[in-house]
T-cell receptor, first 110, second 113 residues
Framework: GQNIDQPTEMTATEGAIVQINCTYQTSGFNGLFWYQQHAGEAPTFLSYNVLDGLEEKGRFSSFLSRSKGYSYLLLKELQMKDSASYLCAVRDPGNYQLIWGAGTKLIIKP | GAGVSQSPSNKVTEKGKDVELRCDPISGHTALYWYRQSLGQGLEFLIYFQGNSAPDKSGLPSDRFSAERTGGSVSTLTIQRTQQEDSAVYLC???????????FGPGTRLTVL
């Protein structure tokens, strides 16, 4: 079956660093995506990893290990506006369908 | 417009009625996706279009659900004889080609009473 796991909720402090983990077990793999979703809004694209290693984009970085079925999203210098849900998704190589985790709700405290 | 648009933004209907949800993808995007997001749940894939054809309808929950896309652009998702369990946010996304990142619309919140 297809399974993507993320923590349900995390809390962090403004200005700090937080790491959101995602593990996956899927029948195929054609890349892993991270999206941000503020309450009541559509998901917005953050990052894409298809090869092992770290991709850095400003305050956000994403890491992938295909052999371990593992990814993380690292958020630095946290701001209050980073309070949102972070969705991990794996792309199926057959139909490009995104298989989604349930999302991690990140709460930022002052 | 520059982004994916969906209408209506909210729809309240009575059990047993039919509803039609609309998605306008970003101009030039060939791939279009429909997802459903229930409260506190991850996104659930419904159907994917490449151009006007739907190579993958595997996610449609029942034969009450159907979708079409015309002119390689606008898509409509139709739910017949709605049930309370159909209540969810229905999200549409498009991408330039299937291998690209998907851009999401704001969604349609469907409530079936």
């Amino acid at each position: 079956g297809q399974n993507i796991d993320q923590p349900t909720e995390m809390t962090a402090t403004e200005g700090a660093i937080v790491q959101i983990n995602c593990t996956y077990q899927t029948s195929g793999f054609n890349g892993l995506f991270w999206y941000q979703q503020h309450a009541g809004e559509a998901p917005t694209f953050l990052s894409y990893n298809v090869l092992d290693g770290l991709e850095e984009k400003g305050r956000f970085s994403s890491f992938l290990s295909r052999s371990k079925g593992y990814s993380y999203l690292l958020l630095k210098e946290l701001q209050m506006k980073d309070s949102a849900s972070y969705l991990c998704a794996v792309r199926d190589p057959g139909n490009y369908q995104l298989i989604w985790g349930a999302g991690t709700k990140l709460i930022i405290k002052p | 417009g520059a982004g994916v648009s969906q209408s209506p933004s909210n729809k309240v209907t009575e059990k047993g009625k039919d509803v039609e949800l609309r998605c306008d993808p970003i101009s030039g995007h060939t791939a279009l996706y429909w997802y459903r997001q229930s409260l506190g749940q991850g996104l659930e894939f419904l159907i994917y279009f490449q151009g006007n054809s739907a190579p993958d309808k595997s996610g449609l929950p029942s034969d009450r659900f159907s979708a079409e896309r015309t002119g390689g652009s606008v898509s409509t998702l139709t739910i017949q004889r709605t049930q309370q369990e159909d209540s969810a946010v229905y999200l549409c996304a498009s991408s330039f080609i299937p291998a690209d990142e998907q851009f999401f619309g704001p969604g349609t919140r469907l409530t079936v009473l």
